[in-house]
């Protein structure tokens, strides 16, 4: 079953361009929300998390935007550059079920062109 | 500081055989995670362990799977009577204290690959 629904499978964008990844979840008990970004050869690494108080949050040329009745998030790359090429995964876990373990989606693999 | 390390690297092994993957957590860590990682498939749950309490079991997909924490450092996934479909890159994650919001930090993972 999977909690956490990542689109697209895949994304090319031109350097400099907008990469935007969405995800979608079901369990309204989802309470954290992080993104991860995976290198070849190497673990996913936390790369920026929202709560759901709040609509945006923003790192950098990183933002991630929030639609609690909608229940979806995404990830807005901004000038994205060849060196953000990596895989992405959206997840999401509830506190209520005391302990951090997260549902993660399927991943989307990006692919930034110079 | 040293990061999650996981060993092997690489795992090629035949089907029906048993085989054992290690995760060194940063150190002080109290929680640490197994996932399996399937091409196209996102990251699959598998084991939680946080300090003494028993370990949350309960993404492991059949009994052929086990995990154990020694000392509350170490990690060792066994899987017994492999097969294909147990092929995959198991990552160890750990974190300070298990709780939300508490960031996981990952290891580079074991690639296992079932004859």
């Known amino acids: 079953q999977q909690q956490a629904k990542q689109s697209p499978q895949s994304l090319i964008v031109q350097k400099g361009g907008i990469s935007i990844i969405n995800c979608a979840y079901e369990n309204t008990a989802f309470d954290y929300f992080p993104w991860y970004q995976q290198f070849p050869g190497k673990g996913p690494a936390l790369l920026i998390a929202i709560r759901p108080d709040v609509s945006e949050k923003k790192e950098g040329r990183f933002t991630i935007s929030f639609n609690k009745s909608a229940k979806q998030f995404s990830l807005h790359i901004m000038d994205s550059q060849p060196g953000d090429s990596a895989t992405y995964f959206c997840?999401?876990?509830?506190?209520?079920?005391?302990?951090?373990?997260?549902?993660f989606g399927r991943g989307t693999s990006l692919i930034v062109h110079p | 500081g040293a990061g999650v390390s996981q060993s092997p690297s690489n795992k090629v092994t035949e089907k029906g055989k048993d085989v054992e993957l290690r995760c060194d957590p940063i150190s002080g860590h109290t929680a640490l995670y197994w996932y399996r990682q399937s091409l196209g498939q996102g990251l699959e749950f598998l084991i939680y362990?946080?300090?003494?309490?028993?370990?949350?079991k309960s993404g492991l997909p059949s009994d052929r799977f086990s995990a154990e924490r020694t000392g509350g450092s170490v990690s060792t996934l066994t899987i017994q009577r492999t097969q294909q479909e147990d092929s995959a890159v198991y990552l160890c994650a750990s974190s300070l204290s298990g709780g939300v919001g508490d960031t996981q930090y990952f290891g580079p993972g074991t690639r296992l690959t079932v004859l």
């Open positions: 997840a999401a876990s509830s506190s209520l079920r005391g302990s951090y373990i997260p549902t």
């Open positions: 362990f946080q300090g003494n309490s028993a370990p949350d």
